[in-house]
């Protein structure tokens, strides 16, 4: 049985009961994370761009954990100049970990440091854990090869943002959801700040209104797919 645990925001603890993976660790200075980084014990962190929150307290929790960092190449690379353990990658590949398959898809937006530092493209991410695929759509704007990522592999759980402003707000999410073709949609990366408020409740009735299920998560809940 595969757990999915949602720290707000972008950030989802994936586990199998065994092992226990990060995607977007943004925990510190994230208003609405349930936990602080001490409280996090995981092998692997995913990572799907370098912007502050989602770069999040990886390294911190990396350094804590003795874990591996999984990302794109230029970003894996900075996290390895700072002694980190690291798995590079890039868009389109994909690796079998000991936890499952993680495989990079593409998303549209950016993706550097604090300091101006780009570190490559931003990146999607599908995490095939126990026979179930987790669709992370990272920070994106809407794309029709979403039709195409659905099709190449089934998606179990789709994390897509709605929040607007820096990614898809709701309209866009929901047609994102009508193209990859999740059993479930899960909304993510809103309410955090000011300027990415949006009600995942009309997010799910207008899911809802073309047949598609959804799970709105509360911040600190846990589901088993």
């Given at each position: 049985?595969?757990?999915?645990?949602?720290?707000?925001?972008?950030?989802?603890?994936?586990s199998?009961?065994?092992?226990?993976?990060?995607?977007?660790?943004?925990?510190?200075?994230?208003?609405?994370?349930?936990?602080?980084?001490?409280?996090i014990?995981?092998?692997?962190?995913?990572?799907t761009?370098?912007?502050?929150?989602?770069?999040?307290?990886?390294?911190?929790l990396?350094?804590?954990?003795?874990?591996?960092?999984?990302?794109v190449?230029?970003?894996?690379?900075?996290?390895?100049?700072?002694?980190?353990?690291?798995?590079?990658?890039?868009?389109?590949?994909?690796?079998?970990?000991?936890?499952?398959?993680?495989?990079?898809?593409?998303?549209?937006?950016?993706?550097?440091?604090?300091?101006?530092?780009?570190?490559?493209?931003?990146a999607g991410?599908?995490?095939?854990?126990?026979?179930?695929?987790?669709?992370?759509?990272?920070?994106?704007?809407?794309?029709?090869?979403?039709?195409?990522?659905?099709?190449?592999t089934?998606?179990?759980?789709m994390?897509?943002?709605?929040?607007?402003?820096?990614?898809m707000?709701?309209?866009?999410a929901?047609?994102?959801?009508?193209?990859?073709?999740?059993?479930?949609?899960?909304?993510?990366?809103?309410?955090?700040?000011?300027?990415?408020?949006?009600?995942?409740?009309?997010?799910?009735?207008?899911l809802?209104?073309?047949?598609?299920?959804?799970?709105?998560?509360?911040?600190?809940?846990t589901?088993?797919i």
């Amino acid at each position: 049985m595969v757990k999915i645990t949602y720290y707000g925001h972008s950030s989802f603890k994936i586990s199998d009961g065994k092992n226990n993976v990060i995607i977007d660790p943004f925990l510190s200075g994230n208003p609405v994370s349930p936990v602080k980084p001490e409280d996090i014990k995981v092998s692997h962190i995913i990572l799907t761009h370098a912007h502050g929150d989602h770069l999040g307290d990886a390294i911190k929790l990396a350094e804590k954990n003795d874990a591996t960092i999984i990302a794109v190449f230029e970003l894996a690379n900075y996290c390895a100049s700072k002694g980190i353990k690291t798995h590079d990658m890039h868009i389109g590949g994909s690796h079998t970990f000991p936890f499952g398959k993680v495989k990079f898809t593409i998303a549209h937006h950016g993706s550097s440091t604090g300091d101006g530092k780009y570190m490559g493209a931003p990146a999607g991410v599908i995490v095939s854990m126990e026979g179930k695929n987790i669709y992370h759509c990272g920070d994106t704007g809407l794309f029709y090869d979403m039709k195409l990522i659905g099709e190449m592999t089934p998606i179990d759980i789709m994390l897509v943002p709605i929040g607007d402003n820096y990614t898809m707000g709701i309209d866009d999410a929901v047609k994102a959801v009508e193209l990859a073709n999740p059993r479930i949609a899960i909304p993510m990366h809103y309410n955090t700040f000011d300027v990415i408020k949006a009600d995942p409740s009309i997010f799910g009735k207008k899911l809802s209104a073309i047949g598609k299920n959804f799970i709105i998560m509360n911040f600190g809940e846990t589901i088993e797919i």
